[in-house]
């Protein structure tokens, strides 16, 4: 099972949008996808039609009191299956930073998964904490939305900056542009130009769209409700790029 984790630092960049249409685009490719919201707002675990997540103590899973693999839900989707986001969720880091390997509770909360699916995709809430140092040691593949501004650009640096200085040398960062407008002189300048962080970005990069944003309206991923809008094609392509 191959993990990939949509974190960066900076909320308001595309993390859930990416996450929920590239699980997608995976499941449609034949893959098996668990897609784990690690995020208290349970925004992707909602697009994906859960209304009433169950309750999850992050003290009893991070313990192992309280089996992960009992909270999965189906989707309508075939073969995409979701770990809802809850509330609890907020008490990772203290969780997390009390354990007694802390670096390496993700991982061993992820690793029974590998019998059923083939791809886990880990929705991630902005910040840095434990949680997000055990992030980065599991994933195989961490991918970080940048918006095309300095600002973006900036947490984009201290995300890499972080990988240097826990030394998680597991962790290949690969960044991509995403809510690009290119009304914009400087989106346009920064993806034609892109600064040496983003020299081997994906070629693939997500607009901003109003067909993300009816992701609400619809509850689904773009592909279900658009298929042939830019954005479905956008995130098929950045999908082909990474698989």
């Known amino acids: 099972m191959k993990t990939w984790a949509i974190y960066s630092l900076k909320g308001g960049v595309g993390k859930t949008a990416a996450a929920v249409n590239l699980a997608c685009e995976a499941a449609l490719d034949g893959r098996h996808v668990l897609l784990w919201d690690l995020d208290p707002q349970g925004a992707a675990s909602w697009y994906l039609g859960v209304d009433d997540p169950p309750e999850m103590s992050a003290k ?3 313990s192992g009191k309280a089996p992960l693999g009992r909270y999965v839900q189906h989707t309508d989707q075939e073969r995409l299956d979701v770990l809802p986001g809850d509330r609890g969720y907020r008490h990772w880091d203290a969780q997390i930073h009390a354990a007694k390997q802390p670096r390496k509770v993700i991982e061993a909360l ?14 991630c809430p902005p910040g840095i904490g434990s949680l997000a140092t055990a992030v980065l040691r599991a994933a195989d593949r961490v991918l970080v939305p940048v918006v095309p501004t300095p600002l973006s650009l900036r947490a984009l640096d201290e995300v890499l900056e972080h990988v240097e200085d826990k030394k998680v040398g597991k962790t290949r960062v690969l960044p991509f542009f995403s809510m690009a407008d290119r009304r914009r002189r400087m989106h346009r300048e920064m993806i034609e130009a892109p600064p040496d962080t983003l020299k081997k970005a994906p070629e693939t990069f997500i607009d901003y769209s109003t067909h993300v944003e009816q992701m609400g ?16 094609a956008q995130y098929r392509a950045l999908y082909r790029e990474l698989r």
């Open 60 to 62: 009893r899973i991070v």
């Open 110 to 123: 992820i690793e029974p998964f590998s019998e059923s699916y083939s791809l886990m995709i880990l929705d």
């Open 217 to 232: 309206v619809h509850r689904a991923p773009v592909r279900r409700f658009s298929p042939r809008s830019r954005a479905a």
